[in-house]
């Protein structure tokens, strides 16, 4: 008699292969000593790209979810994946990635080789954080199936991803794991006078996981003037329990509900994308704040690639510029950023801030790494140092 063993196939893998294969042929296809770039429909870089005449690699095939398994509580996720797109196919389950960046059309692949971060990363740090294995196409047109394990031959690959941009490759596929979600969060936004307050505060809940007796599930904050700053406590809950969610897609605006309410209720959906509908606060720079604007403003237009586009339009036009020219401004540069800071020196840190550039809103997002006996080298922390992400 003889023994065979036949190896388990996932029903997604012979079409993800196919699109691998297509992938390398286009890549084969690129000239000699042409530069090798990604061509996706969005981005979030801020940077302009200098112009080239190279094909980029048609990657469009890989936005898409190719498995979730809510026992394991994992997701095999193709690399162009949007995190909209990858949200929509967990939450069905109860289930979420462990930290969803903030705007939709962030890619899975983006925000772990270019770093993303949310209310979850004060227990689970960054997206990089919780992938278990990725598929790579390296420089040299392989593709490496990479982990941390310690037997793998590719694992420095893996660790040195992270902060990479894509110069050491790109994600196709990435398995990463879930964690259970409830239909509902309950957010408390408590108000500090200080800084230095404020500041207290994150340690303390950093320390005991709690504020005032309640269990802390995601954590953010917003600082509005050195003497109005808010921590964003958010629990997850099962039940409405007699309020109605509210609903920051139309004429409400999620920031101004942090200064208006103590308490609130959104659904985990609507939670998840409560900063993109207004990119935070940017969306005033387009004139959609404004009731008589808003009002005849598409609904699902409210989002921050509409206004990605807008500011393409503007940068190819430079209608900003001349208009600026015309009123006798001086020329400006559009700056978003995000720093870290250890947690005891965020009181100095935003002192400086407040007096030196005085931009306002502020975002602000305690992180602390994952797993303290993992070296991330090109993005390497203190693993016992809690660190303050501040975005502007
Ligand atoms: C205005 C602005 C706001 C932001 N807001 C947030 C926020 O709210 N929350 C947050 O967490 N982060 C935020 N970020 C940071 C963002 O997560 C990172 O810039 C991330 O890399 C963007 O991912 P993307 O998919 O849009 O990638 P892109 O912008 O398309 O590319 C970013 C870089 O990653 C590389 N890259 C893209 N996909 C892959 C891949 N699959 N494999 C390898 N390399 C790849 C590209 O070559 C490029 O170098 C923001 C950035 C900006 C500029």
Redo the contacts with the bound molecule.
Sequence with gaps: MTATTTEFVPVWRPDYDARVARLKAQYEAIPQGQPI??A?P?????RQRAATDAPGLD?SS?DGVLEVDPIARTAEVQ??T?YEHLVEATLPYGLAPL?V???K??????????????STSFRDGL?HESVLEMD?LTGDGRVLTVTGAEDDPHRDLFYA?PN????L????RLKIELEPVTPYVHLTHVRFDSAKDMTAAIVDIMATGEWEGETVDYLDGTVFSPEEQYLTLGRKVMDRRGSTPSDYTGMDIYYRSIQEKQTDLLTTHDYLWR?DTD??WCSRAFGTQKPAIRRFWPKDKLRSDVYWKLIAWDRRTKFSTKMDKIRRRPAREEV?Q?IEVPVDRLTEFLDFFHTEVGIEPIWVCPLKQRDPGVRWPLYEFDPEVTYVNV?F
Excluded: H
Excluded at 42 to 46: A, G, I, K, P, V
């Design positions: 770039r990604l996706k969005t981005s979030n870089l801020f990657v890989f690399g162009m949007t930290c960046p903030q705007l059309t962030i890619t899975l692949g983006g925000a772990v080789t270019g770093l993303g971060i949310e997206p790579i991803f990479s941009y894509g110069t490759g790109y994600a196709l900063w990119w935070f978003v995000d975005g």
